[in-house]
Nanobody, 125 residues
Framework: QVQLVESGGGSVQAGGSLKVSCAVSGDIEKYCMAWYRQTAGKEREGVAAIGRTDVPSYADFALGRFTISKDRAKNTLYLEMSSLKPNDTARYYC????????????????????WGQGTLVTVSS
């Protein structure tokens, strides 16, 4: 099991930007890494994922606005968000998966090695 700790959430006005981070206790290169988000009463949805070869995958709503990246030396995953909208308000979670496939912002299959506790992002209009 890998431990994940998110940080960097907060409040921002619509149109603004925010960068959240996820510290990984282990070799980030061993996993497909992904960001998910969830709001009350809704199912968790994939936002962005990045594979072992640094190929990213994004959900349609994230394309052109969000960028996923990782720092191997720091074992840290990032999500840079811009042009934020009120409906981007959610708790954002990072996850590590043993999957080798990505699609539409998710690591495929239910092969998760760990989840973070989430960081809250609030976008006001």
């Amino acid at each position: 099991q890998v431990q994940l700790v998110e940080s960097g959430g907060g409040s921002v006005q619509a149109g603004g930007s925010l960068k959240v981070s996820c510290a990984v206790s282990g070799d980030i290169e061993k996993y497909c890494m992904a960001w998910y988000r969830q709001t009350a009463g809704k199912e968790r949805e994939g936002v962005a994922a990045i594979g072992r070869t640094d190929v990213p995958s994004y959900a349609d709503f994230a394309l052109g606005r969000f960028t996923i990246s990782k720092d191997r030396a720091k074992n840290t995953l990032y999500l840079e968000m811009s042009s934020l909208k009120p409906n981007d308000t959610a708790r954002y979670y990072c996850a590590a998966s043993r999957s080798y496939q990505l699609i539409r912002g998710e690591c495929t299959g239910n092969q998760f090695a760990g989840w973070g506790q989430g960081t809250l992002v609030t976008v006001s209009s």
